[in-house]
Nanobody, 126 residues
Framework: QVELVESGGGFVQAGGSLRLSCAAS????????MAWFRQAAGKEREFVAG????????RYADSVKGRFTISRDSAKKTVYLQMNSLNPEDTATYYC???????????????????WGQGTQVTVSS
Protein backbone atom coordinates (compact mmCIF):
# COMPACT_ATOMS: atom_id res chain seq x y z
CA GLN A 1 0.00 0.00 0.00
CA VAL A 2 1.44 3.32 -1.08
CA GLU A 3 1.43 6.11 1.46
CA LEU A 4 2.75 9.65 1.21
CA VAL A 5 3.06 11.64 4.42
CA GLU A 6 3.90 15.33 4.39
CA SER A 7 5.40 17.30 7.24
CA GLY A 8 7.12 20.61 7.87
CA GLY A 9 4.31 23.06 7.26
CA GLY A 10 3.66 25.92 9.61
CA PHE A 11 3.47 29.64 10.11
CA VAL A 12 6.26 31.94 8.93
CA GLN A 13 6.74 35.62 8.30
CA ALA A 14 7.33 37.01 4.83
CA GLY A 15 10.92 36.54 3.77
CA GLY A 16 11.30 33.44 5.88
CA SER A 17 11.95 29.82 4.96
CA LEU A 18 10.40 26.42 5.48
CA ARG A 19 11.32 22.93 4.40
CA LEU A 20 8.57 20.48 3.60
CA SER A 21 9.16 16.73 3.66
CA CYS A 22 7.20 13.93 2.07
CA ALA A 23 7.99 10.40 3.19
CA ALA A 24 6.94 7.64 0.83
CA SER A 25 6.24 4.06 1.86
CA UNK A 26 5.15 1.03 -0.08
CA UNK A 27 6.97 2.26 -3.21
CA UNK A 28 9.99 1.36 -5.29
CA UNK A 29 11.47 4.79 -4.76
CA UNK A 30 14.03 4.58 -7.55
CA UNK A 31 11.16 4.28 -10.05
CA UNK A 32 8.88 6.86 -8.43
CA UNK A 33 8.52 10.41 -9.69
CA MET A 34 7.27 12.97 -7.19
CA ALA A 35 5.99 16.50 -7.05
CA TRP A 36 4.55 19.21 -4.88
CA PHE A 37 1.28 20.94 -5.62
CA ARG A 38 -0.51 23.59 -3.60
CA GLN A 39 -4.01 24.87 -3.17
CA ALA A 40 -4.85 28.25 -1.74
CA ALA A 41 -8.27 29.00 -0.30
CA GLY A 42 -10.79 29.51 -3.07
CA LYS A 43 -8.35 28.56 -5.81
CA GLU A 44 -7.59 25.47 -7.84
CA ARG A 45 -4.70 23.24 -7.00
CA GLU A 46 -1.55 24.20 -8.87
CA PHE A 47 1.80 22.66 -9.65
CA VAL A 48 4.77 23.88 -7.62
CA ALA A 49 7.73 21.60 -8.34
CA GLY A 50 8.36 18.10 -9.60
CA UNK A 51 11.26 15.71 -9.81
CA UNK A 52 11.60 12.56 -11.84
CA UNK A 53 13.13 9.35 -10.53
CA UNK A 54 16.36 10.79 -11.90
CA UNK A 55 16.98 13.55 -9.40
CA UNK A 56 18.71 15.66 -12.03
CA UNK A 57 15.47 16.23 -13.88
CA UNK A 58 13.18 18.68 -12.11
CA ARG A 59 10.72 21.39 -13.04
CA TYR A 60 9.31 24.41 -11.24
CA ALA A 61 6.37 26.73 -11.55
CA ASP A 62 7.45 30.18 -12.68
CA SER A 63 6.08 31.67 -9.47
CA VAL A 64 8.54 29.74 -7.31
CA LYS A 65 11.56 29.42 -9.60
CA GLY A 66 14.69 30.65 -7.87
CA ARG A 67 13.05 30.51 -4.43
CA PHE A 68 12.03 26.87 -4.03
CA THR A 69 14.16 23.76 -4.47
CA ILE A 70 12.91 20.20 -4.77
CA SER A 71 15.19 17.32 -3.88
CA ARG A 72 14.98 13.65 -3.02
CA ASP A 73 16.78 11.28 -0.69
CA SER A 74 16.61 7.70 -1.90
CA ALA A 75 17.90 6.25 1.37
CA LYS A 76 15.05 7.88 3.27
CA LYS A 77 12.47 7.56 0.48
CA THR A 78 11.72 11.20 1.03
CA VAL A 79 11.27 14.22 -1.19
CA TYR A 80 11.85 17.72 0.11
CA LEU A 81 10.72 21.18 -0.84
CA GLN A 82 13.00 23.92 0.44
CA MET A 83 11.09 27.18 0.34
CA ASN A 84 12.96 30.46 0.70
CA SER A 85 11.91 34.09 0.43
CA LEU A 86 8.34 33.16 1.21
CA ASN A 87 5.61 35.70 0.61
CA PRO A 88 1.91 35.77 1.54
CA GLU A 89 0.99 34.51 -1.95
CA ASP A 90 2.68 31.22 -1.03
CA THR A 91 0.06 30.58 1.65
CA ALA A 92 -1.68 27.33 0.78
CA THR A 93 -2.08 23.69 1.60
CA TYR A 94 0.85 21.87 0.05
CA TYR A 95 0.35 18.36 -1.30
CA CYS A 96 2.89 15.73 -2.15
CA UNK A 97 2.14 13.55 -5.17
CA UNK A 98 3.80 10.53 -6.71
CA UNK A 99 3.65 8.31 -9.75
CA UNK A 100 5.47 5.55 -11.53
CA UNK A 101 6.48 6.08 -15.12
CA UNK A 102 6.44 9.85 -14.85
CA UNK A 103 7.73 11.48 -18.03
CA UNK A 104 9.25 14.93 -18.01
CA UNK A 105 6.52 16.46 -20.14
CA UNK A 106 3.90 15.38 -17.58
CA UNK A 107 5.65 16.56 -14.44
CA UNK A 108 3.43 19.66 -14.19
CA UNK A 109 0.20 17.72 -14.85
CA UNK A 110 -1.96 16.92 -11.85
CA UNK A 111 -3.61 13.94 -13.51
CA UNK A 112 -0.22 12.30 -14.07
CA UNK A 113 -0.03 11.51 -10.35
CA UNK A 114 -1.85 8.54 -8.89
CA UNK A 115 -0.81 8.91 -5.27
CA TRP A 116 -1.35 11.91 -3.01
CA GLY A 117 -0.58 12.90 0.55
CA GLN A 118 -3.02 14.49 2.94
CA GLY A 119 -1.48 17.96 2.69
CA THR A 120 0.33 20.30 5.03
CA GLN A 121 -0.60 23.91 5.65
CA VAL A 122 1.83 26.74 5.00
CA THR A 123 0.85 30.21 6.15
CA VAL A 124 2.99 33.24 5.38
CA SER A 125 2.21 36.49 7.14
CA SER A 126 3.03 39.92 5.76
Amino acid sequence: QVELVESGGGFVQAGGSLRLSCAASGVTFSQFGMAWFRQAAGKEREFVAGIRRNAEMSRYADSVKGRFTISRDSAKKTVYLQMNSLNPEDTATYYCAGAYGLILSSVRTETAYRYWGQGTQVTVSS
